[in-house]
């Protein structure tokens, strides 16, 4: 099993940046692909970005693509989202997940979820 915690989010104005930090537990997450998700109310959870298990590939909503950045830390156990030039459409729960084997982009590919982080961006 492993349990996934994130943190970070918070209210910011538009133009803003958050870092949204998901640490992981009972298993090391090295040979996990991980992705972030997004759920804004009344709408269905979607992609945001995923990262390999090595770290060497990864994918971005085209709605996050060139503002967003996903990147870990395997020897912390740690996965981390860098959210700059943050938009009011931005906000949402974001969500941890993790996964064994090659990286998805659909959220009934991964195996394991965090609670949730609330982002909140004003305009």
């Known amino acids: 099993q492993v349990q996934l915690v994130e943190s970070g989010g918070g209210l910011v104005q538009a133009g803003g940046s958050l870092r949204l930090s998901c640490a992981a537990s009972g298993r090391t997450i090295s040979s996990y692909a991980m992705g972030w998700f997004r759920q804004a109310p009344g709408k269905e959870r979607e992609f945001v970005a995923a990262i390999r298990w090595s770290g060497g590939s990864t994918y971005y909503a085209d709605s996050v693509k060139g503002r967003f950045t996903i990147s870990r830390d395997n020897a912390k156990n740690v996965v981390y989202l860098q959210m700059n030039s943050l938009k009011p459409e931005d906000t949402a729960v974001y969500y941890c997940?993790?996964?064994?084997?090659?990286?998805?982009?659909?959220?009934?590919?991964?195996?394991?979820w965090g609670q949730g982080t609330q982002v909140t961006v004003s305009s």
């Open positions: 997940a993790a996964k064994q084997g090659v990286i998805a982009t659909q959220p009934t590919r991964f195996d394991y």
